[in-house]
């Protein structure tokens, strides 16, 4: 039994594997900016993702920043996207100098719904920000359609889609950009990390000089870039982890048919869907409460298992409308209350990751049965 149990838990290599790489580190004394490590992950990743221009970051909050920046949006603008996020989705904007507008999510698979979105368009519009939240796979053809027609930049915040496919084709070829996060709760992870893919070639440039301060060359700065780049400890790690990921991928889809296996016909208890021709990143397993139809709400759980000490966690809750910088903000929504305001109150993510051993799916099962 693992006490504490966490939501999620980091694959790590073995510490003997380090050894090789750090000498190299040590004797090239390029520690970041580019070095041999850094390269090396960045076309494993690019092969690995399935996209040609995929760009490593120092995390994926700077990268969505960057993805952000990347379309020239003009100051002011506002940029839909969904509630039920981590707070960096929303905090991407702002920084930008552009501004949030919320729109309600799809009660159906909790993805940013696009006839709210559709509904959130004013003239200021300038961009669309969706979330793969949970690994769910958003409306892809709906909101596509939508940028289309508006003629807006389309970016997906895919922190938690790592090597998902649909019907064969790689997450992150789909819209104007996608951005990734390799923080330590994620599957695939470089302790802090993230990436930027965009099936926009001709935009490798303007990512490079905005990763990188606006850096042409030792006498010109032709832009005001950041500092994003990935340094060569965490690229050392990147490479270690990637050779794992399929492995800890396939023991959290095992967890995912066992929590399923007394879920799925609970009364009250409704898991994402399951959605054809997507291969799951197994990022999360999400579930939502209905506290009259189960008998006690989402928190009565949350608390049973923490007193066990299993951790999960009420992600997305409180979402971005209910923080200090965004309170106030309305939510737009086709429905006459937004379905974001109960998805809040009943979604819980259960323990997810490798080091979820029987006996603790056993408690867990206890805890939901009782
Ligand atoms: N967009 C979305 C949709 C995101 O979910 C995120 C990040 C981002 C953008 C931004 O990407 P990054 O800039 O982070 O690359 C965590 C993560 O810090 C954050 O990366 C993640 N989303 C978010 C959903 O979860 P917290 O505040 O919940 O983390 P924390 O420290 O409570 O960790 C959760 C549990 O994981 C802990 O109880 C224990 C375990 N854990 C955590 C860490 C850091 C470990 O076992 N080892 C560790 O090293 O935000």
């Known amino acids: ?39 090396e992950l960045e076309e494993a990743l690019s092969r690995h993702l399935g996209i040609p221009t995929a760009m490593l970051f120092n995390n994926g909050t700077i990268a969505l920043m960057t993805a952000l920046r990347m379309f020239d949006l003009p100051s002011g603008g506002e940029v839909i996207t969904t509630p039920l996020t981590f707070a960096a989705t929303a905090h991407a904007i702002s920084w930008n100098g552009l501004a949030p507008v919320f729109a309600d999510v799809s009660p159906d698979d909790l993805t940013l719904d696009p006839a709210s979105v559709e509904a959130a368009i004013t003239p200021k519009t300038s961009a669309i920000l969706a979330v793969h939240v949970y690994g769910t796979v958003c409306d ?13 930049p389309l970016i997906y915040d895919a922190a938690h889609a790592f090597g998902t496919t649909v019907s064969g084709r790689p997450i992150g070829t789909f819209g104007d950009a996608s951005v990734f996060s390799f923080h330590a709760t994620k599957l695939f992870h470089t302790f802090e990390g993230g990436l930027l893919a965009t099936n926009r070639e001709e935009d490798r440039q303007t990512i490079y000089y905005l990763r990188n301060f606006g850096i042409k060359n030792e006498e010109e700065v032709v832009g005001i870039g950041i500092n994003g780049k990935m340094n060569e400890l965490q690229a050392m790690i990147g490479l270690l982890n990637l050779p794992q990921v399929e492995d800890e991928r396939q023991t959290r889809a095992k967890l995912r048919q066992n929590y399923k296996s007394f879920l799925s016909d609970l009364p009250g208890i409704r898991l994402q869907p399951d959605q054809p021709g997507v291969s799951n990143s197994e990022q999360y397993f999400a579930l939502q409460i209905d506290p009259e139809k189960f008998g006690r709400t989402r928190d009565d759980v949350y608390e049973a298992l923490k007193s066990m000490d ?40 259960l323990p997810f990751h490798g080091g979820v051993e029987e006996q603790d799916i056993a408690q867990i099962r206890a805890v939901f049965l009782s």
């Not at 838990?9 to 520690?31: T, V």
């Not at 892809?140 to 807006?152: E, K, N, P, S, V």
């Not at 951790?311 to 309305?330: M, S």
């Not at 737009?332 to 379905?339: G, K």
């Open 310 to 349: 299993i951790f999960a966690r009420k992600y997305f809750h409180p979402i971005c409308t209910d923080f200090e910088p965004y309170r106030g903000y309305p939510i737009h929504s086709v429905w006459p209350q937004p379905a974001v305001d109960l998805v809040k109150t009943r979604v819980l993510c």
């Open 140 to 152: 892809l053809d709906a909101l596509q359609d939508i940028a289309t027609r508006h003629g807006l």
């Open 1 to 39: 039994m693992s006490r504490p149990l966490y939501v999620a838990s980091p694959i790590l290599p073995k510490l003997d594997d380090l050894r090789p790489y750090l000498e190299g580190i040590w004797d090239r004394r390029m520690l970041t900016n580019g070095g041999p490590l850094h390269d």
